[in-house]
Structures are given as structure tokens and as C-alpha cells.
């Protein structure tokens, strides 16, 4: 089993940044993959970023490209989102998410989320 427990969310305006973090316990941290997901309201969830374990590939959504970085901390079992230039349209909840497969899936075990809200 694996405990995901995100932070870091809040509200920011449009052009401003924040760092998620997701702190992992429970398995070998070393030994997965991770992953960062949103939800809008009204809309599914989806694939935002992912990192191997090492921290050598690397994956991300064409609407966060060049604006967010994802990157891991294996020494603090973490996991960080950094996203820069914010849009309204990343007013989410972010999930940060396990695998014990890849970066590019499939996810395994989830965080409870974090609030992300981007005002105009």
C-alpha cells in the first residue's frame, strides 16, 4: 500500500505560480513512478504529468507544457509540481498518483488532492 498526501494548492492569480508536493509512504518510493492529475469542475480527470523513478524521462499534457515541471526528491519521498504562468483554465484539483508499472501509466494508488484556483 501506498499513502499519497498532497500540498501546496491555493488560489493565485492568472500569471502567478505555485510548487504542489506529495509526500509518499508505505513503499519503496524508489520503486515508483509518479504522477500528477487534475480535475476540473464538470469535467474528467486527467493526465497532467508523469516522472519515472529514477527521475530520467519524463511526461507532460500539451496544455502544461512549458509551463509546469515536474521533478522528485527520492532522498524526501517526494514528488513536486511546479507550475508557472497559470491560466484560470488550470483551476483544478490536482491528484498526485503512484505506479508501480511507468510514468506513463497505468496509476495505482492516489492522494486525496489539492485545490488549485487561478483568478483572471
Known amino acids: 500500500q501506498v499513502h499519497l498526501v498532497e500540498s501546496g494548492g491555493g488560489l493565485v492569480q492568472a500569471g502567478g505560480s505555485l510548487r504542489l508536493s506529495c509526500a509518499a509512504s508505505g513503499r519503496t518510493f524508489r520503486s515508483l513512478a509518479m504522477g500528477w492529475f487534475r480535475q476540473a469542475p464538470g469535467k474528467e480527470r486527467e493526465f497532467v504529468a508523469g516522472i519515472s523513478w529514477s527521475g530520467e524521462t519524463t511526461y507532460y499534457a500539451d496544455p502544461v507544457k512549458g509551463r509546469f515541471t515536474i521533478s522528485r526528491d527520492n532522498a524526501k519521498n517526494t514528488v513536486y509540481l511546479q507550475m508557472n504562468t497559470l491560466k484560470p483554465d488550470d483551476t483544478a484539483v490536482y491528484y498526485c498518483?503512484?505506479?508501480?508499472?511507468?510514468?506513463?501509466?497505468?496509476?495505482?494508488?492516489w492522494g486525496q488532492g489539492t485545490q488549485v484556483t487561478v483568478s483572471s
Open positions: 498518483a503512484a505506479s508501480l508499472v511507468g510514468a506513463s501509466g497505468p496509476y495505482h494508488y
